[in-house]
């Protein structure tokens, strides 16, 4: 099986900053697309930001230019650098991580999406 483990949430007052991080760990060839994602109260789980294995990033229009992912292959860690924390983006924030298990699943490109836990993310205005 696959873990992922978050850390680094809390209560920000607004303009603030946090810095999210993800640890994978267990059965793991390789991984390919890391992403983060959150959920606010009463809302539907939305995308945030992804990262592919080559480093290339992507944001959702809400974040771009405040919150920064990137991630260390050798530590099989994904980090969310948020700066300029806004009221709105409250909420749990959940790390996903495609992850191929075996050489066999890669070579068939037979990937798996994992989930963490959660972790919440308050900022007070």
């Known amino acids: 099986q696959v873990q992922l483990a978050e850390s680094g949430g809390g209560l920000v007052q607004a303009g603030g900053s946090l810095r999210l991080s993800c640890v994978a760990s267990?059965?793991?060839?390789?991984?390919?697309?890391r992403g983060w994602y959150r959920q606010a109260p009463g809302k539907e789980r939305e995308l945030v930001a992804t990262?592919?294995?080559?480093?290339?990033?992507a944001y959702a229009d809400s974040v771009k230019g405040r919150f920064t992912i990137s991630r260390d292959n050798a530590k099989n860690t994904v980090y969310l650098q948020m700066n300029s924390l806004k009221s709105e983006d409250t909420g749990v924030y959940y790390c996903?991580?495609?992850?191929?298990?075996?050489?066999?699943?890669?070579?068939?490109?037979?990937?798996?999406?994992?989930w963490g836990q959660g972790t919440q993310v308050t900022v007070s205005s």
């Open positions: 990262i592919t294995s080559d480093g290339s990033a």
């Open positions: 267990g059965s793991i060839f390789a991984i390919n697309v």
């Open positions: 996903n991580t495609r992850v191929w298990r075996t050489l066999t699943d890669y070579l068939r490109q037979n990937a798996n999406d994992y």
